[in-house]
Nanobody, 114 residues
Framework: QVQLVESGGGLVQAGGSLRPSCAAA????????MGWYRQAPGKQRELVAQ???????NYAEFVKGRFTISRDNARNSVSLQMNNLNPEDTAVYYC????????WGRGTLVTVSS
């Protein structure tokens, strides 16, 4: 069974940085497109960033220039460097893996205080 486990969320002040990570197990990680989604209270889950097996990245407009997604195929992990955070970034951040179907982690909470 595929496992995606997020870590690295937390509480930060506006303007600060966080770097959540996702560790993957029981998948052929190199072949998977990996991504981060987020869900704020009362809102739908939305795409934040994706990185495919070739390293091509895709970002939501609202994080361009602030967030950077990266993957380490040797360690089966994907990270999201988040800089210049603002309170609107407060959400549960979910790791996503896609090959033949989507897989999800349980999420890590990011809270940005003003």
């Amino acid at each position: 069974q595929v496992q995606l486990v997020e870590s690295g969320g937390g509480l930060v002040q506006a303007g600060g940085s966080l770097r959540p990570s996702c560790a993957a197990a029981r998948i052929s990680f190199n072949f998977y497109r990996m991504g981060w989604y987020r869900q704020a209270p009362g809102k739908q889950r939305e795409l934040v960033a994706q990185i495919n097996s070739s390293g091509y990245t895709n970002y939501a407009e609202f994080v361009k220039g602030r967030f950077t997604i990266s993957r380490d195929n040797a360690r089966n992990s994907v990270s999201l460097q988040m800089n210049n955070l603002n309170p609107e970034d407060t959400a549960v951040y979910y790791c996503n893996g896609w090959y033949d179907r989507p897989y999800w982690g349980r999420g890590t909470l990011v809270t940005v205080s003003s």
